[in-house]
């Protein structure tokens, strides 16, 4: 099979694609034919792009799609995961010659491989976290590489800013403090006395503000406490419309 120009941008496919591709034609067999997605159906349009790109970059796919000896040589020895990864490590120290004379990989930081990786081309944000990303998943869960940095494969933990910080803390502050504190206890009336026959309701949330009603209330009689709830909803509304247009 030919071998021709590699392509110039580092994998950026994800390394979940990149293995079940080839554990799938180990299933079956590598075509002589282009690495379509007639072919290879499991994948969307977008992986498929990923997919072909990181081939051609690591030497197991030429400018025609169609895979190189050095790629049915990987998929075979992927059935015996010690020669895969012996494989697999001769083909990433290839295609990443520049980059790793660029890194010490046993103590390096992500920094440093990350500037390496944009020395190549590769561009910041979500392409470069996605290249850094396969590089590492590819020596150290692909060809089984121990020795790398922990400043390289351990990603820096999360800091939050103070002032997020003091606010959540506050907010659930508040809201632990509002669901322990009891109801305010009923407004004390130092009107009228309570007629004989009669009670009252306080209303929560208003202050002296209360229902009189009758002991011996009926359902009938509701309705007519019914009506008097709709005046005062008529009359708090023309109130809010008064005040807006002062």
């Not at 004989?196 to 009926?218: C, E, K, N, V």
Request: hydrophobic share 35%.
């Amino acid at each position: 099979m030919a071998t021709e120009t590699p392509s110039s941008v580092p994998p950026y496919v994800s390394w979940g694609v990149f293995k079940s591709t080839i554990d799938l034609l180990a299933e079956s067999t590598v075509p002589t034919g282009p690495l379509d997605r007639r072919v290879l159906h499991h994948l969307s349009g977008a992986d498929h792009g990923a997919l072909m790109s990181a081939l051609r970059y690591l030497g197991l796919a030429d400018s025609q799609r169609k895979a190189t000896d050095t790629y049915q040589k990987l998929v075979e020895s992927s059935k015996t995961p010690a020669t895969f990864k012996d494989e697999l490590c001769q083909v990433l120290d290839a295609a990443y010659d520049t980059v790793n004379k660029k890194v010490d990989l046993e103590r390096g930081t992500i920094s440093e491989l990350e500037k390496a990786f944009k020395d190549e081309g590769v561009t910041q944000g979500q392409m470069l976290t996605k290249t850094v990303r396969f590089y590492i998943k590819a020596y150290v869960e692909g060809a089984g590489i121990t020795c790398m940095s922990p400043h390289i494969t351990k990603p820096s933990p999360k800091v939050r800013s103070a002032s997020k910080s003091n606010g959540s803390d506050k907010s659930r502050s508040r809201v632990s403090k509002n669901s322990v504190e009891p109801p305010p206890p009923p407004a004390r009336h130092t009107g009228d006395a309570v007629p004989t026959g009669f009670s009252r309701m306080p209303i929560p949330g208003l202050a002296d503000a209360f229902i009189q009603y009758p002991l011996d209330l009926t359902t009938e009689q509701c309705a007519l406490l019914e009506g008097g709830v709709a005046f005062l909803k008529v009359f708090a509304t023309s109130k809010i419309g008064k005040e807006k247009m002062k």
